[in-house]
Each structure stands twice: as structure tokens, then as C-alpha cells.
């Protein structure tokens, strides 16, 4: 029982995440896994897919993200860094904190499998200004 709430929870949490960074309609989410590891932290897989012309907003999470481009291509925008185009195939990292962005680059959408490794205190995403 205590399992399943926990599923709930965290698919709850993960579908909350992606509606409060979403600056643009029709970006999905899709909770694939969450594990309690390392301590005090989760680990969450997702599948994220943003429509041509679409963004992720910016945002934050308070803990590392990594992610693998499964379709189309994306220009990542991290606060200080030079903006990365990301192509299908393409790997990224983002550091714990910092605001980032995903825009969808050319005509056809994006799916990106991400994974957070986040304070579980804390919820998965901000949005930032």
C-alpha cells in the first residue's frame, strides 16, 4: 500500500512539475520510475515530449538532471553557458540549480528520456524568471 502511495505521489508530483515549467501548450510528461536512491535524494526517470515551435520553460530542479534525445532536435539554453544544439542521439547534463530551457529546433517534435536525481524534500521542478 505504502508502495503504490508512493507511486501516486511521485507521478503526481512529476505531472505538477511539468504543468508549472510548461510555457507552452501541449508539452507531455510522462512519469516512467521513481526510486529512493541515494539517500535523502529520488531518482526519477521521465519521458518529456514538446511539440515543434514548443519550450519547456525555464526552470530549475534542485538536484542534478541528465537526459538522452530519443527524437527530433532542441536547443538547450543553461544560464551561462553558450546555447547547445541537440540532435536525436544527443546526451545533456544540467547542473543541480541552475535554469535551463529546452526549445524545440526545426519542424518536427522532440522526446527526450530525462533523469533527476533531486532533493526529495524539495519539489522536481521551479520555474524561473
Known sequence: MFKKSLLALSI???AVAGAA???Q???????????EFPDGYHTVTGLVEVPPGGSAGRHTHPGIETGYLLEGEAILVIDGRPDQHLKAGDSYQIPAGVVHDAKVHGDKPMKALGVY????????ASPAP
Do not use: N
Open 25 to 35: 501548450g501541449g508539452i507531455k510528461r510522462t512519469p516512467l520510475q521513481k526510486i
Open 21 to 23: 515549467t510548461a510555457q
Open 12 to 14: 503526481a508530483a512529476f
Open 117 to 124: 536525481v533531486v532533493d526529495k524534500t524539495k519539489p522536481l
